[in-house]
């Protein structure tokens, strides 16, 4: 925070209560929101994307409409009942290119490895990873692997990068919600993070509940077929939760939301290992289920369409976009409270 | 190893002398390519690429000609003379992308920190991921940041992953050097190396030397532009230094090599520091010159333009493609020596 720091004249406003990195600046919520847009964005200066921040970036080259996105994963544990690791990093970039309206086309993989990790570890990762990958449809294509000494990373960490093809028609964007649009939800909510969390520390929820990693593509696909740009704004609710992606896309879009509590799919080992744990489940981590905002007279079309795709079999409605304002959950018994950003870490290492 | 596991069918060699992960499977040398060719790639299954292992993937995208790579950079220490990790990512990304004639259009940028580490640290190497990307032409449009627990991680490591645009005409590739082939090579070798090694340890060199990285798309593009197809095979001279990079591409298309010793140019404090260290300059990293295996009639209007180019200054033909057998190096004193591929690390944590 040295004044004479170029990037400190950009970014005048020192991040609160720390000066050295939080596990909650890694978190989704506020404090991750804060590194990013108040001092790794600054820090790029002339480099720096412009617009919302979204989960993936939309660009042009040539004739092509692309889309990019990138994820960090370091999961811990690297194995978990539904899923691992390397499925995780295929799914989350392929969702992340698909809330953006693009198909994925290839996959890069970069692992960076602990001196000392058995091989088969390595192997197992890298299975899963081809076999997500081979049912999504998407090579991977290249990749990087660094080995650091002992100590010096925590087993494996791997990072993946989808490159997507755009399909026609306007991409939906973080600040696309408009009052009125209805928000529809894929699936149950809080089963991945309480499955990491319970496995991790052997709380034994895990023997009743499984991450629900899986590529959510196709089902965006046939969403967009049935409305077309009726679909505004698409998140997938990974880090810090439904919560999480609900404030998100308000800020973006400058709305507010209601939403209806008793209709939110919480599957019932979810809410018992929320309830022991005094976890809230909108803001556990989900890595198979999607947030969509669709203007009301598509909303019908599009639920439906949803529900007869195997990703989409669950949906409900569960709110809609207002005219500005929280975003407030109405509870079963007709109170409202405020669903804010939470701060920090709910759940380390969760993805 | 288990029998039953279907990877282990497509990689039957178990990988030699360990079955954890070694130092040396991040080195660039021969354990690297073995755990590339018999662990990473088999393991991907279908969705594996095809073709050798290149320094980045071209693909086409409807009418687009695209080019993307990935690399996790875990150097140590962050900075150093000349450069610091976040300098690295954006020019080896954007390097790797120019080895296949492509020019950079987007870069993504991945962090992983350790709790704890000063925002300070992150805040200096996001600014130098700006300004490298800037004064490289390149945008950063999308990223990640994922905290880990204190130990978890040593302080900060980079994954880069960079789209890029093919020029016209065909890409060079690792397999086109042809017998007969000139040799060229676009500077001095073993600065980085040298240089990130002795800040590490304080051995003082790096008073008089300071990393060569630094983006080359522009010299390849004016390497095209003077010989369109001639240039064969291009690659940046990375982990394992020179010897690596011309192992690989003689591995890759079937050839051998002949290299002038005294052609090589040494720098007198690298040299110096190699002489101490008992290090071969062959085997430094390097982060800022090129090889180029060109046609032998096009050879010397691609060295007078490389010369002409600031990146391309001190560019020299170091030798030719022989039609088959090792890379052998020609000394000054007129014996043959075999510039074999390294078994393991030289340098660990170089870039």
Redesign the interface.
Known sequence: ??PA???AAVCPAP?PE??????????GGRL?AD??TR??VP???????GGPL?D??V?A????E?A???????VDPLFFPGGDIGALAVHGTVNDLAMRAAMP????????????????V??RV??A???A??AAG????????????R????RL?V?S?G?G?RLPGPAPTAAGARPGDVILLSGPIGCHGVTVLSTREGLGFEADVASDTRPLHRLVATMLTAAGDGVHALRDPTRGGLASALNEIAAASGVGMEIEERALPVPEPVRAACELLGLDPAYVANEGCLVAFVAPGHADTVLTAMRAHPEGAGAVRIGVVTDGGPVVVRTAMGSRRVLDLLAGEQL??IC
């Open positions: 925070m040295n720091d170029p990037a991040l720390t000066e050295r990195v939080l596990l909650g600046h890694g978190s991750s590194l990013i001092l790794l820090a790029l200066g002339a480099a720096a994307p979204e993936a970036a660009l080259v040539g004739e092509c692309l990019i996105s990138t994820d960090a994963y370091v086309v290839a996959l890069s993989i970069a692992y960076v490895v602990e001196e000392g990790l058995p091989l088969d390595l192997r890298a299975t990873v081809g076999a990958a081979h998407v090579p991977v294509v290249t990749g990087d692997t660094k080995v650091v000494g100590g010096a990373a925590d960490f990072v990068t490159l093809r380390p290492r």
